[in-house]
């Protein structure tokens, strides 16, 4: 399922270079198109939506968390390129590991570290940042950060709530939260249409339903099972997905040379120690 779900996400940069709209637009019709689909969903499966308003709340508020990250991610594809979006996403693992013992009060996890620096190494070798993607590196950080925080707070309501019911919440969190933002970033970023045309609407329904639902189900149920450093840290393979979907599609002309798979040896390294490392420590309790 979380290998299914880290497809999905190589998919998610592609559609960013595709759809027409600013970063801020893009995310608004994503989060509001998936609040859609899963309003659907939510019913087609009678999936129970009787909890409190305290708990449906705090659910929304953790939207806000994967909504921002997307509109940094999305703003870092924007200023740059596909391949700088994807590669500073791979920091989310190194954040997750810096944060996660703070905000759960636990010790910090040395290997934790290692791995994270090992992958960016891996990613740094795939990839050759450019001085003139400054903005887009930055914004990519950023967009890292929040992907982390999300999904530390997502691990605590995957063992309480069903993933479908977080996902709908979480939707509707992000849509009314950028919603209520969307007048002050346009003063600001200002754009010729607020309405996207027939193909960005067509990309944005694939991009909700597949890229957004489906992905982030499949993320929510993995997290029942897996560690968050682990999830984040398997998501690292998401640049290399990206490029390969980018060859495919796109014809970026990147060739692959020696250093590809010597950073794909680095990133399939961290992911496959990390594994045995959970193992281990699954076995052990």
């Known amino acids: 399922m979380l290998h299914i779900a880290v497809v999905l996400a190589g998919f998610t940069g592609i559609f960013g270079k595709l759809i027409t709209l600013n970063e801020g637009l893009l995310v608004w019709y994503r989060v509001f198109f998936s609040f859609i689909w899963l309003f659907f969903i939510v019913r087609l499966f009678k999936i129970s939506t009787a909890i409190t308003l305290t708990e449906k709340a705090g659910i929304a508020k953790t939207g806000m968390l994967i909504t921002t990250h997307w509109v940094f991610f999305y703003g870092s594809i924007k200023y740059s390129n596909i391949s700088i979006g994807v590669v500073c996403y791979s ?17 910090f996890a040395l290997s934790e570290l290692l791995l994270s620096t090992l992958t960016l190494l891996g990613i740094a070798l795939i990839f050759h940042f450019d001085a003139s993607y400054q903005s887009g590196i930055t914004l990519g950080v950023i967009s890292a950060a929040f992907a982390a925080l999300y999904t530390i707070y997502n691990e605590r309501l995957v063992n309480t709530y069903d993933s479908k019911l977080i996902n709908y919440y979480q939707m509707i969190g992000g849509t009314a939260g950028l919603g209520l933002l969307m007048p002050l970033y ?8 607020l309405i996207p045309g027939l193909n960005d609407t067509i990309y944005l329904l694939l991009l909700s339903l597949f890229c957004t639902v489906g992905l982030y189900i499949l993320f929510a149920e993995s997290l029942k099972r897996i560690p968050a450093f682990t999830v984040n840290l398997t998501f690292n393979l998401e640049p290399i997905y990206a490029i390969i979907i980018a060859f495919l599609f796109f014809d970026e002309g990147r060739q692959v040379n020696l250093s590809f798979y010597v950073g794909l040896f680095f990133v399939a390294a961290s992911v496959i120690l990390q594994s045995l490392i959970s193992r281990n420590k699954s076995l052990n309790n």
């Not at 693992?93 to 013992?101: G, L």
């Not at 346009?186 to 249409?193: G, I």
Request: no cysteine; proline share 8%.
């Open 91 to 107: 920091l989310t693992s190194f954040f997750t590991a810096i944060f996660e013992p703070v905000i759960n009060k636990k010790k």
């Open 186 to 193: 346009l003063y600001y970023f200002p754009v010729e249409k």
